[in-house]
C-alpha cells in the first residue's frame, strides 16, 4: 500500500510540475527561486526576520567567508499580541518592521545596506526570490488585505516606514525552505527538507527545467511541494480510516489537507482520541469508566502521545495521562493505550516516508542516477527527542526507495540561520551572475551588430569583385571557372581527391542512371608533413593516390581527376590553381604563388607514376555546391563549417572583374574566412578572439574563420574559461593546469554539451576528463559559455550568408529569391543547434 502511496505521490508531483495541469493540482510544487546551496564562500552581514505561530524572531548573521564554519548570530524574540493574526494586514507588517526597528536599534548597526531574508511560513507563489504573492493563510493566520499581494513588497513598505531605508528585503522563503538551507554546509550540501511539526510539508532541489511553472531553464530550483495537500482529490480515500473521517469532520477545514491531516503533530493526539472513543464505546476499553471525557476536542496532545509510546517510561504516561482525564485504566487498557499511539505514530511515519521516496524517486530519475546520495534535513516536534519517528521514517524510506541514499539531519536551529544562508548565496548569485554577464558581454551580438557586419561583407564583397578594387578586398572573390551547375544528367567514372583540412581522402565516383557510387578511403596527413616541404606533401598525395588505385584495381585506367583543394587559390583555368596562401593549420613550404595541379604532375613523375589526368580542381565550397546541385537544381551556393569557413555562389559574369565576358553565370569562391583580415571587424572581436589568433600559425588571417569554425570554437571557449576561474567564478577558483593546455577543449565537445540533457552527465564527464571536479552550477556555468560561442558562431555565419543571398536577389531583379544553400563541415553536421 505504501508503495501505491508513493507512486500516487510522484503522480501528483508531476501534474504540479507541470505547466498544463498544474492549476488543478493538489500538491503544488512551488517554485521558491532558489537555485543554488551554500558554497562557503558567502559573506557579509544579514539580518532574518522570522514569522512564527506567536511570535517574531529577528536575527543578525555575520558569515565570514570561510566555508560557514563560524558564523556569528545574535538574535532577539517578540511576542507577538494575540489579536494580530486576525486584524488589519497592515497592523502584521506594522508590528514586524517595529521589531526590525527595536532588534537593529538594540545592536548599534552599522547604516550601510542590509539585506533582509523573510522566513513567511505559508504558501506562496513565487515570481523571483523577492516577488511572491502570499495563496491563502493557514495556521491561525487571517490578516485581511494580504492574500494575493505581494509580501515582500508590504514588508518592505513598512520597513520604509519606519525609515529603516538601509534595510532591502532580498529574500523571501518558506519554513521547508529554511530547514533545507540550515542542514546545508559548504561540501555537504542538503537538498531535501521535511518539515512534519503543526502543519507539513517538504521541499527539495529540483531540476530548473522540469520546474514548468518557473522560467528558469537551466540548473536546479528548490521546489516546496506543498504536500499537505495530498489527497484533496480524493487519492487517499481508500487508506483514510473512520477515525480520520472524524479528525476531518470536526477540523476548521474539512476536506482539506488531508494528508496534513494523517501526519501532522496537530492531528495525531485527535486521531488517537477518536480511536479510543470507539472502543471504548465496543467495550474494548476503560469498562466501568465514563467515558464522557474523550468526545472533547483536543485532550490528547501530541507531546502525551509520543511520551506514551517512548518504551520505558510508555506505560507509566499512558497511566497518568489517562488518570488525569479521569478516566481509570487497567493494566491491560494502558498496553493498549500504548498500542494505539504507535499504530498513528508509525503510520504517520510511513506516510512520511512514502512522501520522501517520493521525492527521492524523482530527483534520482531527473539527475539520471543510477543511485542518489543526498542529505535530507527534518525538522519536527515528533523527530525531536523521540527515536521511534525518525527509526521508521529512515528504515521506510530505504525500502520504498531503494536506489537512494538519504542520510536525515535534524534541524538544530530552526529555520532562522537557513534564512541568511538563502539571502546570502542570493546575493552571492546575483554577484556572480552580473561578472558573468560582463565577461560574456562582448560575446553577444546584437541584431544591429549583426546587421553591421552583413553590411561589411556585402560591402566587401562588391570591393573583392572589382578588378581595380580586389587588392584592397579582404573577401577575395575568387573566380573558380564553374559556370554552371549540375542538372542531373551528368554520368561517367571519376577519381577524385580532396584535401583541405583534417582528413585527406581519394575517392571513386561513379556517376550512373541509378544514383551515384562510391569507394574513399581516408589517409592521415601528419602535421610534420603538412608543416614540412611542398614536396613531400605532394610526394606523400601521390604515394596515397597509388595505394588506392592498386586496392581498386585502377593502376591500367586513366581516370579523369578532380581534385578538390580547399585553400584560396588563384584559378586560371578549371585545371590550373595558384595557391595563395594556407590555411587551417597548413603551412607546407614552397607552394604558395605555385599551381598546385603542377606540384601534383611533379610529384606524380618523381614518384614514376604516368598515369593522372587532372581535369578540374575546386574548393570544397564549389564541390559542395555541385553535388547539393546534383539532386536540387536551385542549389546556387556552398556553405562550409568544418576545419574552417567558406563560401561559393553563382555571380553573374559581368559583375566579375577578374574574367572576361559578360554573358551567364559564374561560380564565385569567396574565401570569406578571412573577412575582416583588413581591420573591418575589430571592433567584434574579442579578447578571447585575439588570445585564440596570437597562438595560431597564421596571426592576424583568416580573422572571420577564427570566430566561427572548429578549428577554433574550442579554444575561445577555453580562453573564456580560464578567465572564467581567474575571476574565482567557475571551479571556485582552484587552477586548472590541463585547461592551460592548447586544444585540449575540442571544438566536438560542445556539441556534447550544448546537446547534454538535463542531468548535465556529459558536461561533468567532459571536465571530469579535464581534471576538473564541476559542481551542477560550474556545468551550467560552461555549458552557457559554449552556447554563447556557438551562438555567435552561428549567427556571423548568417550575417555573411545573408549578404550572399541578398546580393544574388538584387543580382537578379526579384524581389523574393528562392534558392538553396548546400552545406557541408562536420561543425554544421554535429553540432546540435
Ligand atoms: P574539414 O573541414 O577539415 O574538411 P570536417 O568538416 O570534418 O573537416 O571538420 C572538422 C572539424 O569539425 C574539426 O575542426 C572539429 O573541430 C570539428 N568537429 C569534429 N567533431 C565535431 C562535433 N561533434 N561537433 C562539432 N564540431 C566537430
Redesign the pocket.
Known sequence: MLQVVKGRMLQAMHKGLSRQTHAQANVRMLPTYICSTPDGTEKGDLLVVELCQSHVRTMWVTLLGDGNQSPQVMYKIFSMPGDIMQGKGEALFDFIAQCVRQFLAGISSPQHRLPLGFVFPFSCRHTRLDKAELISWSKGFSCSDVEGKDIVQLLQSAINKQELYHVDVVALMNDTVGTMMTCSMAGKPCEVALVVGTGTNSCFMAMAQQVEMAEETSGQMCVSTEWGCFGDDGTLSDILTPYDQCVDEESSNPGEKRFEKLVSSLYLGEIVRHVLTALAAEKALFIGSNVAVLRTKGVLKIQQVLEIIDNEEGMAEARRALEALGLRPSERDCCRVQQICQAVVSRAATLCAAGLAAILSHMCQSQELKRLVVNVGVDSELYRGHTRFGEILQSVTELLAPECMATLLPSIDGTGWGAAMVTAVALRLAAQRHEVDQVLAPLRLSRADLQRVQALMRQEMELGLGWESNANASVRMLPTYVCGTPNGTERGEFLVL?L????FRVLLVRMAKDGIHMASKIYVIPTTITQGTGEVLFDHIIECIMDFQLKHNLTEQVLPLGFTF?FPCQQLGLDKAVLLSWT?GFSASGCVGQDVVQLLQEAAQRKQHLGLKVVAVVN?TVGTMMSCGYDDPKCEIGL?????TNACYMEEMQNVGAVEGEQGRMCINMEWGAFGDNGCLDDIFTDFDRLVDEKTINAGKQRFEKLI???Y??EIVRHILLALVEKQLLFRGKPCPKLQIKGIF???F???IEIDGLALRQVRAILQDLELQASLEDSVLVREVCQTVSLRAAQLCAAGLAAVVEKMRENRGLAQLAVTVGV????????PW
Request: net charge neutral; no cysteine.
Open positions: 580532396d583541405g583540412g583534417t582528413n580547399s587551417k570544397d562550409i563549417v568544418g576545419t574552417g569554425s572548429g578549428m570554437l574550442g575540442q571544438t566536438k560542445l556539441s556534447a557541408d563541415g562536420t561543425l554544421y553536421k554535429m553540432h
